[in-house]
Nanobody, 124 residues
Framework: QLQLVESGGGLVQPGGSLRLSCVVSGTTLEYNVIGWFRQAPGKEREGVSWISRTEDLANYASSVKGRFTITRDDANNTVYLQMGSLKPEDTAVYYC?????????????????WGQGTQVTVSS
């Protein structure tokens, strides 16, 4: 069993930056990928970024590529999502999720453990 706790959300102006954190606790050997997803009001949950737990592999949705960076701190079991050049359309609740065996990192149903989410609002 894993527990994931997100933090770092908030209100930011367009063009600003935020860094989200996802702390993973429990039996950390059980998962092989961490993904960040987001869900805006009235919209489906969408994938944002993904990182392998054991390899130097990361990927991004086209809507955030070049603006967001995902990294992991293995010593502290934490995955970060550095978000820059934020736009109003980035407004959403952001969730991190851990998957034990994930073949399609963009498929939210493939993940086994989820955090409660953190709100990001981009507005002037």
């Amino acid at each position: 069993q894993l527990q994931l706790v997100e933090s770092g959300g908030g209100l930011v102006q367009p063009g600003g930056s935020l860094r989200l954190s996802c702390v993973v606790s429990g039996t950390t050997l059980e998962y092989n990928v961490i993904g960040w997803f987001r869900q805006a009001p009235g919209k489906e949950r969408e994938g944002v970024s993904w990182i392998s737990r054991t390899e130097d592999l990361a990927n991004y949705a086209s809507s955030v590529k070049g603006r967001f960076t995902i990294t992991r701190d293995d010593a502290n079991n934490t995955v970060y999502l550095q978000m820059g050049s934020l736009k109003p359309e980035d407004t959403a609740v952001y969730y991190c999720a851990a998957g034990i065996w994930v073949y399609d990192v963009t498929d939210a149903s493939a993940y086994d453990f989820w955090g409660q989410g953190t709100q990001v609002t981009v507005s002037s």
